[in-house]
């Protein structure tokens, strides 16, 4: 891995498989994503750490990029149209911002099967602490998921594109509230049938 920001080092963790994270970032901090493994989703949401009635939008967000694939010098935005995060490096190139996040519901219906560990079940542990909950669950990013779209509309899950040591770095535009699940899903390519541990450093 290359080396981190220059600043102290705020926290350094891996993120074990199928786990959640959260943590505030600074303004100016940088939070960097590490897929260890490579091919593995790293669903993410982010809001205004002072009020998180203002939070990520997926829409807003792609329309000022003018893709639906986020890479370098592309911004995150809030639903209040402004900068959560700069995305100052990218090494993977390919990540998703349609697909969603899985749930229990949905891979009942999508595999049949029920109870199933979910990243929303994983959103709703790390937003507990920060008071907040299902209404607080917006579409999100996902790092390091392959989700191509054919001209015609049609549009999948397939492998990831990521290597071991794959990164995104995330400058932070404002205190930021950043929620990460490692995604537990084992039944579909997002994470190479394998969900494996990531790192995360905050730094600044
Ligand atoms: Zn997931």
Redesign the pocket.
């Known amino acids: 891995m290359t080396t981190i920001h220059t600043g102290s080092v705020m926290e350094d963790r891996i993120i074990e498989a199928g786990q959640p994270w959260a943590r505030v970032v600074r303004t100016g901090q940088v939070l960097r994503i590490v897929d260890l493994h490579g091919t593995q989703?790293v669903?993410f949401l982010c809001y205004n750490a002072s009020d998180p009635t203002e939070r990520y939008n997926a829409a807003d967000t792609m329309k000022y990029a003018k893709t639906i694939f986020l890479t370098r010098g592309h911004g995150i935005y809030s639903d209040m149209g402004r900068r959560l995060f700069t995305i100052e490096e990218d090494t993977c190139g390919r990540h998703d911002t349609i697909a969603g996040?899985?749930s229990a519901e949905s891979n009942e219906f999508r595999y049949g099967v029920k109870n199933t560990p979910?990243?929303r079940q994983n959103f709703l542990r790390a937003l507990e602490p920060f008071g907040l909950g299902k209404k607080d669950i917006v579409a999100n990013i996902n790092w390091f998921m392959n989700v191509p779209v054919g001209a015609d509309g049609t549009m999948g899950i397939v492998d990831g594109l990521s290597r071991a040591g794959d990164h995104v770095d995330l400058r932070a535009e404002m205190d930021v509230l950043a929620v990460i699940?490692n995604?537990?899903?084992t039944r579909n390519p997002?994470n190479g049938f394998n969900p494996t541990p990531i790192r995360v450093v905050v730094s600044g």
Do not use: K, L, R, T
Request: hydrophobic content about 10%; some cysteine; aromatic content about 0%.
């Open positions: 989703a669903d996040c899985c979910s990243c699940s995604c537990p899903q997002c």
